[in-house]
């Protein structure tokens, strides 16, 4: 059985802080390539971060570089986003995927695994 479960969404005043974690089971190794995703209501599901397993290839969409980072524990086959100086724009579901290819991949179809999504609200 394959899970990827979130945790750490909820509702956040702008400016505040939040900090994402999922946690791969199952097939999931600790040496795929890992992600968050994110989709807004109304809009497509966008890439947001990644990581691969060695942690020296990431992507950040422009939109969150320089506030939002992401890590991974390859011990406890976690990945983490930590998110900073949110914005109202960054209200979305978050999702977390993993992939079994070994290069970094910014093509939403290369990830094999999705975790079920967490919500977080940024309140202006």
């Known amino acids: 059985q394959v899970h990827l479960v979130e945790s750490g969404g909820g509702l956040v005043q702008a400016g505040g802080s939040l900090r994402l974690s999922c946690t791969g089971s199952?097939?999931?190794?600790?040496?795929?390539?890992k992600a968050w995703f994110r989709q807004a209501p109304g809009k497509e599901r966008n890439l947001v971060a990644a990581l691969t397993w060695s942690g020296d290839n990431t992507y950040y969409a422009d939109s969150v570089k320089g506030r939002f980072t992401i890590s991974r524990d390859n011990a406890k086959n976690t990945v983490y986003l930590q998110m900073n100086s949110l914005k109202p724009k960054d209200t979305a579901v978050y999702y977390c995927?993993?992939?079994?290819?070994?290069?970094?991949?910014?093509?939403?179809?290369?990830?094999?695994?999705w975790g079920q999504g967490t919500q977080v609200t940024v309140s202006s």
């Open positions: 199952g097939r999931i190794r600790s040496s795929y390539v």
């Open positions: 995927a993993a992939s079994s290819t070994v290069t970094l991949s910014i093509v939403e179809l290369e990830y094999d695994y």
